[in-house]
C-alpha cells in the first residue's frame, strides 16, 4: 500500500499567514502593526475568523496587541524563539563567561539583548541556590531591567529622556530612577564598562550589567548578574569590574579590538 503524504494543518497553515501579514513586506511593514479589518482583507478572510484566531495567537505570546491603537503586532515569543535561533552562536560563546561568573559570585547571570523597547534573556547561568527564576525566552520593557543601562549606555541623553517620559505613567510611585539617576547609570556604563542598578525585577536587590560590542563597536548584548545580597561598596566594585572584564572578553570574541 502507497503511504499518503501528510496533509498540512490548514489551521497552521492560516495562523501562520497572519504572522507573515504582520512581518510586512515592503511598503506593507508598519512597525505599529495593523488592525484586524487590514488583516482580514489583506488575507480575503473573514473578520471574526482572523480576531479568534489573532486572540489564540495572543494568549501564546505570538502576536500582541496594543491597548491604545487596538493593532496587532509579532509578539515577544515569536522574537524569543527567532533570537535563538539567529543568535545562536552569540550564546553559545557568552555560555563560558556565564558560568563562569556564576561559580566566582554564586549569583544568577544571564545574557540579554535589546529588542524594540524590550530586553529578551537569551541565556541564564544559575547559582546554587535551590530556588531560579526562569528568564531565559522572557522580555520585560527595558526601564524595569538592570540590562537596560548597558543596552541603552550609547544613545543620545534625549533619547533616554523620551523613552522615559514616554514609558512611565505620570504620578506612579515607581521604583525606576528618576531620569538623572538613569542618565546618570549610563554615564557610568560608558566610563567604567559597567553599572550596579539597584533596580531590578523578581524581588532582588539588585544587580550588576555590562555592555557587550561586536566588530562595528556596537552594543549587541549585556551580561547581567543578579546580586541576592548587597555586598560592600568595595566589594561592588571588584565585582562590577570582573563582569565588565567577562562583557569585555565576549566583546573581544565577536571582533571587538580591545583597548
Do not use: N
Not at 530556588?131 to 531591567?145: F, K, Q
Not at 538592570?146 to 533619547?159: C, P
Not at 523620551?162 to 542618565?183: F, M, T, V
Amino acid at each position: 500500500m502507497t503511504e499518503r503524504p501528510a496533509v498540512s494543518s490548514a489551521g497552521l497553515r492560516r495562523d501562520l499567514e497572519i504572522l507573515d501579514v504582520l512581518a510586512g513586506h515592503g511598503a506593507e511593514r508598519d512597525a505599529e502593526g495593523f488592525g484586524v479589518s487590514w488583516i482580514a482583507q489583506r488575507l480575503g478572510r473573514e473578520k471574526s475568523q482572523v480576531s479568534r484566531a489573532l486572540r489564540a495567537l495572543e494568549a501564546e505570546g505570538m502576536v500582541e496587541r496594543d491597548p491604545l491603537t487596538r493593532r496587532y503586532r509579532l509578539g515577544w515569543r515569536l522574537f524569543a524563539l527567532a533570537a535563538r535561533t539567529q543568535q545562536a552562536r552569540l550564546a553559545q560563546m557568552a555560555a563560558p563567561c556565564l558560568r563562569r561568573l556564576a561559580s566566582t559570585f554564586d549569583e544568577d547571570t544571564h545574557l540579554c539583548v535589546l529588542r524594540g523597547e524590550q530586553v529578551l534573556t537569551l541565556l541564564s547561568a544559575p547559582s546554587s541556590r535551590a530556588y531560579h527564576r526562569v528568564w531565559e525566552g522572557v522580555a520585560v520593557p527595558v526601564l524595569m531591567a538592570g540590562a537596560g543601562r548597558a543596552l541603552l549606555a550609547d544613545w543620545h541623553q534625549d533619547h533616554v529622556r523620551e523613552l522615559l517620559r514616554a514609558s512611565l505613567p505620570g504620578g506612579l510611585d515607581s521604583a525606576i530612577a528618576d531620569e538623572e539617576q538613569w542618565l546618570a547609570d549610563l554615564a557610568h556604563v560608558r566610563e567604567f564598562g559597567y553599572v550596579v542598578s539597584a533596580v531590578e525585577l523578581d524581588d532582588l536587590p539588585g544587580g550588576i550589567t555590562a555592555p557587550v560590542r561586536d566588530h562595528r563597536r556596537l552594543i549587541v548584548a549585556a551580561i547581567s548578574m543578579s546580586l541576592t545580597r548587597v555586598p560592600p561598596e568595595s566589594r561592588l566594585e571588584e565585582m562590577g569590574k570582573v563582569v565588565a572584564e567577562s562583557a569585555q572578553e565576549l566583546s573581544a570574541a565577536l571582533g571587538y579590538p580591545r583597548p
